[in-house]
């Protein structure tokens, strides 16, 4: 199994930023990539961000492009969420989660970390 662990989350207001942070422990071997999601009041959860362990290459929701930028410590097994010019529609609970191949689905997720952005 994998366990992801998320900080970082917080209050911050429109146009400030955050650093959030999901450290992997357990058979980290096995994980082919990292992933965020976030899920807003009365909304589904929807992507935000993925990352290879090997490679680095990277993939954003258009919502977040030029916003956000993920990136990785493959020596220290954590992914981070790097959150600029935060809008108060990116208010939601932020979930890290990792994968064993691609096409693969996420099966190891994070207990999730809240991220309001006020107006």
């Known amino acids: 199994q994998v366990q992801l662990v998320e900080s970082g989350g917080g209050l911050v207001q429109a146009g400030g930023s955050l650093r959030l942070s999901c450290a992997a422990s357990?058979?980290?071997?096995?994980?082919?990539?990292m992933g965020w999601f976030r899920q807003a009041p009365g909304k589904e959860r929807e992507f935000v961000a993925a990352?290879?362990?090997?490679?680095?290459?990277?993939g954003y929701a258009d919502s977040v492009k030029g916003r956000f930028t993920i990136s990785r410590d493959n020596a220290k097994n954590t992914v981070y969420l790097q959150m600029n010019s935060l809008k108060p529609e990116d208010t939601a609970v932020y979930y890290c989660?990792?994968?064993?191949?691609?096409?693969?689905?996420?099966?190891?997720w994070g207990q999730g970390t809240q991220v309001t952005v006020s107006s």
């Open positions: 990352i290879r362990w090997s490679g680095g290459s990277t």
């Open positions: 989660a990792t994968r064993a191949a691609p096409g693969y689905e996420y099966d190891y």
């Open positions: 357990g058979r980290t071997f096995s994980s082919y990539a």
